[in-house]
């Protein structure tokens, strides 16, 4: 019988204490790198995200010293509090900047390990490869300054507010998209409704016409019906993540959507309700020195933790 691929990359890996965690539905293996010493190729990043023959995971996420990273070390010049760096990995061994539920999840993970103390109401600046991010620690979970939102292609927006078209994940025709960044990448597809969304296949990538320089991640959104109410607009989501699939939720992907939306609608609402196969996250806009910013709120859960044989 034929190895399973992931098994070699594993075997080195034995005895490496892990975590298993997820907000709503995006899961994640975590694992603590006090001292900056551990060393994760991409092969054996995708052997623990691996569903059949690893642990299972959308990416994995290595908690690390920021003094410890090249990235970390320019961060701390400006943020010395951001003392923890969340290195994230795609679920095929690429290196992603930055993942809106995993940030949440990695505060989570910090705190159950003891590395960090955080009372409901305060606050934990982290750094990543998009940034410092600030988590507020809340009564249902985590809250996240995800810092401004920008166009992807400004130059390139048509008359409708749209910059590439999207095809293939079970649509009949190409579609119109608008490219926005939260740090990471984002392409965003309105649909009319939800049997379209629903009706949409996801295990290959859609394609996406111009791409933006480092791939992107696809969204694919019904806005409710009323759009507003009460103050709070909302929508339904389907993501596909670059070098991951479709997975249960995208936090950055959850933002862009909003963003999007509010953007075609004439900024329609502040405070959203983004519908992902995972669950409910928040998303708010509000001002800041350097542009608008994005706030996800949303829960963190810890499910299991083990050591690898």
């Not at 995200?49 to 070390?73: F, K, Q, T, Y």
């Not at 025709?173 to 926005?180: F, K, Y």
């Not at 649909?191 to 629903?198: F, G, N, V």
Request: charged residues 20%; negative net charge.
């Amino acid at each position: 019988m034929t190895q399973p691929p992931a098994g070699p990359h594993l075997a080195a890996l034995s005895g490496l204490p892990f975590a298993k965690g997820h907000g709503t539905g995006n899961d994640f293996v975590l694992v603590a790198d006090a001292d900056g010493i551990i060393e994760l190729s991409a092969g054996q990043v995708a052997a623990l995200c691996d569903r059949h023959a690893g642990i299972g995971a959308d990416g994995l996420i290595r908690a690390v010293p920021s003094r410890c990273l090249a990235e970390g070390r320019d961060l701390l010049a400006e943020r010395p509090d951001a003392e923890w760096f969340m290195d994230y990995r795609n679920a095929d061994g690429s290196v992603s900047e930055m993942c809106g539920n995993g940030v949440r999840v990695f505060v989570h993970f910090l705190i159950d390990q003891g590395l960090a103390d955080l009372a409901e109401g305060a606050e934990l600046a982290i750094g990543t490869r998009a940034g410092v991010k600030v988590v507020a620690r809340t009564a249902h979970g985590y809250r996240v300054d995800m810092g401004p939102w920008t166009f992807i292609h400004a130059a390139d927006a048509d008359a409708r507010g749209t910059d590439s078209l999207v095809r293939g994940g079970g649509l009949e025709v190409p579609r119109p998209a608008l490219s926005i960044s939260m740090g990471n990448p984002h392409t965003v597809v309105a649909l009319a409704d939800h049997a379209k969304l629903e009706s949409l296949q996801l295990h290959t990538a859609p394609e996406v016409e111009p791409v933006p320089a480092n791939g992107t991640n696809v969204e694919f959104v019904v806005p409710a019906e009323p759009l507003v109410h009460d103050g709070v607009g909302r929508l339904a989501m389907r993501v596909h993540e670059r070098g991951v699939g479709e997975t249960q939720s995208c936090g950055t992907g959850a933002c862009a959507a909003a963003a999007a939306i509010r953007f075609w609608a004439g900024g329609a609402a502040d405070t959203w309700r983004v519908e992902v196969p995972g669950g409910v996250v928040g998303v708010r806009f509000l001002a800041g020195n350097d542009g608008e910013h994005v706030e996800l709120s949303g829960p963190a859960v810890i499910v299991a933790r083990g050591v690898l044989a």
